[in-house]
């Protein structure tokens, strides 16, 4: 069949949920046979979110290919199991340099470069290309920031010009709010209405409308909207709040959204979708009594998604343990040896967060001192497993002094170093070891164990490593390094076996767990804590 593209728009406010509304229906469409995949467009002219701190858009992801991506891909990934590359995340920044590159060698054959239609025809190829080259029967494109904005034009150009040539191989989704004014008691319409009609003052008429929502809206309401929006009454969608954001695509099919996807596309149903992998996790997740305590400590915990694909992780192996995550953060700044006892006691199990830089950073050694004298299990990742490496120098080989190159130049001690090609490099922006790496494991240690296997790959985004020169005399004093990329040699994993669990990983195994396929070392983490708990 051809390749269907379906384009999902927001107005109002931003935070509506676009990237859940369209892993949502990319689930949904997945169920029912059809191959998918899905694409951010983010309108703003950082080339990636790589050089941005947390305060500015949260954390950033990893592509398997090596692409610091927004975290809407997280979100693609966890509900998809797609694994997501460069191709599904672009910015107005690298859509710019593209077209500048272009202009340079010439391409333009002298011609006036201009938005329309070098800069939007430069986008329309980052979407068909993408449904070309992989063969998909759905593409869903997500067009970052909200209808009005003026970063946000040049895609919704593109958008716009792409419905009237794909035709009914086209369709546009539109997610706006609809308020709940307390003092007046009412939900109010008019601001979806004023966006729609934002979105068709630039020529895009919305095929399908999901309202957002924090309380029930009358069908009636509903029928006004359509009404008032040149939308079919059934193509008018709620998404009231809901206890889990994994609960979505259950909410959008009960209304018929994969349906109504299909009849709009003219594409033949394949039959009703297979939910029961899914319904089961839900299950697991709403019916679970018991709670397993985990401690995050790191630098950004005020901040909902700094550690997103760390706290959906846990939550997703607690619910395969019957387990509900009760996450508790610890702010690394505030953690001291005077107060460690009172912060740590009653943590099950403790994750020392990954970051960069100093900030904090002494209060991640507190916390892991605590857990190694007080035999909690503990995971380090990425900066965590460094800290982990630290710490483990300072108090038991007895190198006060060690850090890491990072926080201290002039350390004697550099058990963590700058690894060798990154000292000449200059440029911040996608220039750290980034993206998917072997790993080959020690047998009988606990990761090989979790996975099942000794060869992995997983994903990185660091410029530090474990310093080999220190590798005997850690593994002499009970810190064994029981993971190592088979090419290099890097020390990946580190662990302290007479411990119940203290692991570290310079990769980031939170970037492959899904809700489908939860992480072995995630798992095997919280099956620790709780016979932690229960001891």
Not at 103 to 117: A, F, M, N, S
Not at 230 to 243: H, L, R, W
């Amino acid at each position: 069949m051809e390749t269907k593209y379906i384009f999902v728009t927001g107005g109002v406010v931003s935070s509506l949920g676009k990237g859940i509304i369209s892993s949502s229906l990319a689930r949904l469409l997945l169920s029912r046979g059809y191959s998918v995949t899905i694409q951010k467009f983010d309108p703003y002219i950082n080339i990636d979110p790589g050089t941005l701190n947390p305060y500015e858009h949260g954390e950033c992801y990893v592509t398997i290919d090596g692409h610091e991506a927004d975290l809407d891909l997280g979100h693609y990934e966890r509900f998809t199991d797609i694994r997501t590359t460069r191709a599904n995340n672009m910015t107005t920044g690298r859509i710019f340099q593209s077209v500048i590159d272009k202009e340079r060698r010439g391409d333009y054959l002298g011609k006036t470069v201009q938005i329309i239609p070098h800069i939007t025809d430069e986008i329309k190829h980052s979407i068909l290309s993408l449904g070309s080259t992989g063969n998909y029967d759905f593409v869903i494109t997500e067009i970052g920031g909200t209808v009005g904005d003026i970063e946000s034009t040049p895609f919704l150009e593109a958008v716009r010009q792409l419905k009237w040539e794909l035709g009914k191989n086209a369709l546009s989704l539109h997610l706006t709010y609809v308020p709940y004014l307390k003092a007046a008691k009412e939900l109010k319409t008019k601001p979806t209405q004023h966006s729609v009609k934002q979105l068709q003052s630039i020529g895009i008429q919305p095929d399908i409308l999901v309202l957002r929502t924090e309380k029930d809206i009358p069908a009636g309401m509903r029928r006004k909207v359509a009404q008032f929006c040149n939308v079919a009454p059934d193509a008018v969608i709620q998404s009231i709040d809901a206890s889990s954001i994994y609960r979505v695509p259950q909410m959008m099919h009960e209304q018929g959204l994969d349906d109504l996807v299909l009849r709009l596309t003219g594409t033949e149903s394949k039959g009703t979708p297979d939910h029961t992998a899914w319904n089961e996790f839900l299950r697991k997740l709403e019916s679970a009594q018991e709670e397993v305590t985990i401690g995050l400590v790191g630098k950004y915990v005020e901040l909902q998604d700094a550690y997103k694909s760390i706290n959906e992780s846990l939550m997703q192996a607690a619910t395969y343990c019957d387990r509900k995550l009760n996450l508790v953060y610890i702010h690394s700044e505030k953690l001291t040896d005077e107060n460690a006892d009172e912060m740590l006691s009653g943590m099950d199990g403790v994750i020392i967060a990954p970051g960069f830089g100093q900030r904090g950073i002494e209060g991640k050694f507190v916390a892991l001192k605590w857990c190694r004298e007080h035999d909690v299990p503990t995971f380090g990742i990425c900066l965590g497993m460094q800290c982990m490496v630290i710490e483990y120098a300072r108090n038991v080989l007895g190198y006060k002094d060690a850090n890491s190159t990072e926080m201290d130049s002039e350390t004697k001690h550099n058990v963590i170093d700058i690894m060798e090609e990154q000292k000449n490099i200059s440029n911040m922006g996608g220039t750290m070891r980034l993206g998917a790496y072997n790993c080959r494991l020690k047998p009988g240690s606990i990761p090989a164990e979790a996975y099942g296997k000794e060869m992995v790959s997983e994903r990185h985004r660091h410029r530090y490593e474990f310093n080999s020169d220190y590798r005997e005399q850690f593994e002499s004093s009970g810190l064994e390094c029981v993971g190592e990329n088979p090419d290099t040699g890097l020390v990946e994993v580190v662990q302290v076996p007479a411990l119940k669990w203290f692991v570290g990983t310079q990769y980031h195994p939170e970037y492959q767990s899904t809700v489908l396929n939860p992480h072995p070392l995630f798992l095997s983490f919280i099956k620790a804590a709780i016979r932690n708990h229960k001891d």
